[in-house]
Each structure stands twice: as structure tokens, then as C-alpha cells.
């Protein structure tokens, strides 16, 4: 049975548990007080009623007495009976005490007619199998068996016609019989109990994982919008700030070339507020925002053009087409506009930088390089994500991304590798 669901998408949940056992699995030692007193009252009045009336003349024989004194007879199996009853508050938490508890109260059974003792091991192989293991229950009951029938066979020389000990093989069988039913139910009920607690615990790790990887994915979603932020702010930035640097230099010599250069600058402030209005389409679900074109390798001249206004002597070599794959060609554009601005920011004096973009063989290789001045420490003006996120694109793509000084010491060198399969990975 399950739940009605308003939804044919919604999971279908069993049924709860009834009242009944819903009561019974919030007060488990209700249940055990219970179990000792519906067992416990009964045998503690027929042993005590059968010790008590028992004459003192008839001792050893019928009920198994040996003490010559009926009153004191029937206090001690009271509190044997008593001992007994404790055990069953120890076999949820100590199921391996209660079962030897259980197995010793059982010993003077043999030399009764008929004793309630006799059936405490099956609780004790019912709550090892339930709380304990089943292979421990197993353990128990073929351990209780085997020790039991031969304690019967040996007591049965002293037991008179009577007691249950005058039957060893009956015993055997009949006793035989009780242990496998408490073992079946145990082992049943035990394996349900495990089971069920380990979906329960699997189910919270999975709860567990999915936390988990929500976070791992938010970190990632803000890393990739740190990412295309700075490629889409930083260049244009840089490029704004450089054009008017220049323009503030020349505009009381030259007003007509400040005023040129300042238009630049809206230009590639606008070029910039495009480029944001299309990374938040994207961020906001906007299609017909989202599916605006991205730049490709196929605009690098118009790229290094740009740089060369602002002054760097770019030269750019280009082999082969590359791949007509977004993600690839986007990658292409990106590090060499990081490259660029780069450059620009933080190279003094270069006469040469050089921007290779080889797409004869794989991986796509793409390398920036300029020959500025060596020794001059520049403090960084960014907040150092340009580098980061550049790797970041490259390796989704399978790439890699090697930066840092070049062998002769003259200027800096970014190289990329990207794999012809150009497929960014989530």
C-alpha cells in the first residue's frame, strides 16, 4: 500500500507504520517490563505455590527441592525467578549477558515436571539474532542445544520418573524445536532491523552527498561567473583605463586626438556593457541573450589590432584553422586576450609580442610571449583571478596551462595546450 499521490511524478512512500507499533517502537522498555511480568508472575507463583507446599519429607523428590526447609525453598527460587526477570532488560543492549543469565536459570528445569525456565534461551537466541547478529544466534542455538541435551543425558541418572530430565531424547526434540522457532523469528526480525537501518543510513549519506555537492556546485557556478566576469570586464577595463591615460596626456597639445581616443573609450565601454548584458542573460535564463555569439579565434586580428592602438607591438602568427568547436574557439580567443592584457599591463618597454596560434595538429597550441624588460617587479592591479580562471577554462577542456618567465629571462610567456576535442566539461 502506499500513499495517494497528486503527482504521477511523486514517489510512492509504504505505508506507514499502525499505531500499535509505532507505540511500541518509541517505549522499548514498557515492552521489556511487560515481557518479564507477563513471564515473571506466572513463574513466580508456581515455583514459590510448588516449593511452599512441598513437604519437608519429600525433599530431592518431585520438584527437584534440596533444602530441608519449604519456606526457605520457595524465597530462594522466588529470587532465582527474580535474577531471571532481569535479564530481560539487558537483551537489547547486552543480548550476550542475558543469554548466559537466561541459560543459567534454566539448570534446575531438568528436575522438574514442567518449569517456565525452560523456555527463558528462547528469548535470549530471539534477542541475539534481533540485536546482536543472526550468525551469533546461530551460535547460541547450536551452543544451547548441544550443552543442554548433554546436561539432560548426564542429570538424567539423578532425575526421578517424573522430571523432564528422565527423557533425554524427548528433550532433545521438543526443546530442539523451540530454539529453531526463536532462531527463524529472530533472524527474520533482525535481518528486517538491519536492513531497514542500513537504507535509513544510506539514505542520509546520500542526503549527506547531495549537500555536499550542491556546495561543490555553487563554489564551481561562482568561479565560472568570477571567471567570465573577468574576461568580459577586465580586458575592457584595462583598455578603458590605458585610452584614458593617453588621452589625459595629450588633450591640452592635441584636443582633436584626446577627443578620437575618449570616443574609443565609450566604445569599449559599450563593447563591455554588451558583453555583461549577455552574461547575465545567461546567468538569468534569457535564450535569446544567452544564444548571442561568443568571440572566436576568427576575431584575433581584430583583437591584436586593438592592442596595437594602444601601443604594443603585437605580431600574430597563425597555422592551420582551428576547430569550429565554441568552446574551443572561445578558449582560443580568451587566453590570448588574457595574454594581451597582460601585456599591456605589466610588461615594460617590449618590442615583440609575439602570439602563436598553432591548429596543425592536437592539441591546438597557443603561446604569448614578450620580451620586456627583465628585473622590474610590478605590483599586480587585479585581484589575481585572470590567470586562475584562465586554467580553470583550459583544464574543463582537458587542457593545460603553463605561465611564468620565459628561459632566457626576457619577459613573460603564457602557453596553452587545448585537446582537439574542445568539449568543456561540467
Same mark, same amino acid.
Given at each position: 500500500?502506499?500513499?495517494?499521490?497528486?503527482?504521477?511524478?511523486?514517489l510512492?512512500?509504504?505505508?506507514?507504520?499502525?499505531?500499535?507499533?509505532?507505540?511500541?517502537?518509541?517505549?522499548?522498555?514498557?515492552?521489556?517490563?511487560l515481557?518479564?511480568?507477563f513471564?515473571?508472575?506466572?513463574?513466580?507463583?508456581i515455583?514459590?505455590?510448588y516449593?511452599?507446599?512441598?513437604?519437608?519429607?519429600?525433599?530431592?523428590s518431585g520438584?527437584g527441592?534440596f533444602?530441608?526447609?519449604?519456606?526457605l525453598?520457595a524465597l530462594?527460587v522466588?529470587?532465582?525467578?527474580?535474577?531471571?526477570?532481569?535479564?530481560?532488560?539487558?537483551?537489547?543492549?547486552?543480548?550476550?549477558l542475558?543469554?548466559?543469565?537466561?541459560?543459567?536459570?534454566?539448570?534446575?528445569a531438568?528436575?522438574?515436571?514442567?518449569s517456565?525456565?525452560?523456555?527463558?534461551? $528462547?528469548?535470549?537466541?530471539?534477542?541475539? @539474532?534481533?540485536?546482536?547478529s543472526s550468525? +551469533?544466534?546461530?551460535? /547460541? &542455538? %547450536?551452543?544451547?542445544?548441544?550443552?543442554?541435551?548433554?546436561?539432560?543425558?548426564?542429570?538424567?541418572?539423578f532425575?526421578?520418573?517424573?522430571a523432564l530430565?528422565?527423557s533425554?531424547v524427548?528433550?532433545?526434540?521438543?526443546?530442539?524445536f523451540?530454539?529453531?522457532?526463536?532462531?527463524?523469528?529472530?533472524t527474520?526480525?533482525?535481518?528486517?532491523?538491519?536492513?531497514?537501518?542500513a537504507?535509513?543510513?544510506?539514505?542520509?549519506?546520500?542526503?549527506?552527498?547531495?549537500?555536499?555537492?550542491?556546495?561543490?556546485?555553487?563554489?564551481?557556478?561562482?568561479?565560472?561567473?568570477?571567471?567570465?566576469?573577468?574576461?568580459?570586464?577586465?580586458?575592457?577595463?584595462t583598455?578603458? $583605463?590605458?585610452?584614458a591615460?593617453?588621452s @589625459?596626456?595629450?588633450?591640452?597639445t592635441? +584636443?582633436?586626438?584626446? /577627443? &578620437? %581616443?575618449?570616443?574609443?573609450?565609450?566604445d569599449?565601454?559599450?563593447?563591455?556593457?554588451?558583453?555583461?548584458?549577455?552574461?547575465l542573460?545567461?546567468?538569468?535564463g534569457?535564450?535569446?541573450?544567452?544564444?548571442a555569439?561568443?568571440?572566436?579565434?576568427?576575431?584575433?586580428?581584430?583583437l591584436?589590432?586593438?592592442f596595437?592602438?594602444?601601443?604594443?607591438?603585437?605580431?600574430?602568427?597563425?597555422?592551420?584553422?582551428?576547430?569550429?568547436?565554441p568552446?574551443l574557439?572561445?578558449a582560443?580567443?580568451?587566453?590570448?586576450?588574457?595574454?594581451?592584457?597582460?601585456?599591456?599591463?605589466?610588461a615594460?618597454?617590449?618590442?615583440?609580442?609575439?602570439?602563436?596560434?598553432?591548429?596543425?595538429?592536437?592539441?591546438?597550441?597557443?603561446?604569448i610571449?614578450?620580451?620586456?624588460?627583465?628585473?622590474?617587479p610590478?605590483p599586480?592591479?587585479?585581484?589575481?583571478?585572470?590567470?586562475?580562471?584562465?586554467?580553470e577554462r583550459?583544464?574543463?577542456?582537458?587542457?593545460?596551462l603553463t605561465?611564468?618567465?620565459?628561459?632566457?629571462?626576457?619577459?613573460?610567456?603564457v602557453?596553452?595546450?587545448?585537446?582537439?576535442?574542445?568539449?568543456?566539461?561540467?
Amino acid at each position: 500500500m502506499s500513499f495517494p499521490s497528486d503527482h504521477p511524478d511523486d514517489l510512492l512512500l509504504p505505508r506507514q507504520p499502525g499505531v500499535i507499533r509505532q507505540f511500541w517502537a518509541r517505549h522499548p522498555r514498557l515492552a521489556d517490563w511487560l515481557i518479564a511480568l507477563f513471564w515473571g508472575f506466572p513463574a513466580l507463583l508456581i515455583a514459590v505455590g510448588y516449593s511452599a507446599s512441598r513437604p519437608v519429607e519429600g525433599s530431592g523428590s518431585g520438584g527437584g527441592a534440596f533444602l530441608a526447609s519449604p519456606g526457605l525453598d520457595a524465597l530462594l527460587v522466588g529470587l532465582a525467578v527474580c535474577a531471571a526477570c532481569s535479564a530481560f532488560f539487558l537483551r537489547r543492549t547486552r543480548p550476550i549477558l542475558a543469554m548466559c543469565v537466561f541459560s543459567i536459570a534454566v539448570l534446575p528445569a531438568p528436575f522438574t515436571v514442567g518449569s517456565a525456565e525452560q523456555v527463558l534461551p $528462547v528469548f535470549g537466541i530471539y534477542s541475539l @539474532a534481533v540485536y546482536r547478529s543472526s550468525a +551469533a544466534g546461530w551460535i /547460541a &542455538a %547450536v551452543t544451547l542445544e548441544t550443552v543442554s541435551s548433554f546436561y539432560v543425558l548426564v542429570v538424567s541418572t539423578f532425575a526421578t520418573p517424573d522430571a523432564l530430565a528422565n527423557s533425554p531424547v524427548q528433550w532433545v526434540f521438543v526443546y530442539g524445536f523451540e530454539i529453531a522457532i526463536a532462531l527463524l523469528i529472530g533472524t527474520t526480525v533482525g535481518g528486517r532491523r538491519r536492513y531497514l537501518a542500513a537504507l535509513i543510513d544510506r539514505a542520509h549519506q546520500l542526503g549527506r552527498e547531495r549537500d555536499q555537492q550542491a556546495q561543490l556546485s555553487a563554489a564551481a557556478e561562482r568561479a565560472r561567473i568570477a571567471r567570465d566576469m573577468h574576461d568580459v570586464v577586465s580586458h575592457s577595463l584595462t583598455v578603458m $583605463v590605458t585610452l584614458a591615460e593617453g588621452s @589625459a596626456l595629450t588633450a591640452e597639445t592635441d +584636443a582633436t586626438r584626446a /577627443a &578620437a %581616443v575618449m570616443r574609443k573609450v565609450a566604445d569599449t565601454g559599450r563593447e563591455a556593457l554588451t558583453g555583461m548584458r549577455q552574461m547575465l542573460g545567461v546567468l538569468g535564463g534569457d535564450e535569446d541573450v544567452a544564444l548571442a555569439p561568443q568571440p572566436t579565434a576568427a576575431e584575433l586580428p581584430q583583437l591584436v589590432a586593438q592592442f596595437r592602438g594602444l601601443g604594443v607591438p603585437v605580431e600574430l602568427q597563425r597555422d592551420g584553422d582551428v576547430p569550429d568547436e565554441p568552446a574551443l574557439q572561445l578558449a582560443v580567443y580568451r587566453v590570448v586576450q588574457e595574454g594581451l592584457t597582460n601585456a599591456l599591463r605589466y610588461a615594460h618597454g617590449p618590442t615583440r609580442v609575439a602570439v602563436r596560434v598553432d591548429a596543425t595538429g592536437d592539441p591546438v597550441a597557443v603561446v604569448i610571449e614578450d620580451d620586456g624588460l627583465p628585473g622590474i617587479p610590478t605590483p599586480s592591479i587585479g585581484a589575481g583571478r585572470g590567470l586562475i580562471g584562465l586554467a580553470e577554462r583550459v583544464h574543463a577542456l582537458g587542457g593545460t596551462l603553463t605561465t611564468g618567465p620565459r628561459t632566457d629571462g626576457a619577459g613573460w610567456r603564457v602557453a596553452a595546450a587545448l585537446p582537439l576535442s574542445g568539449k568543456e566539461k561540467p
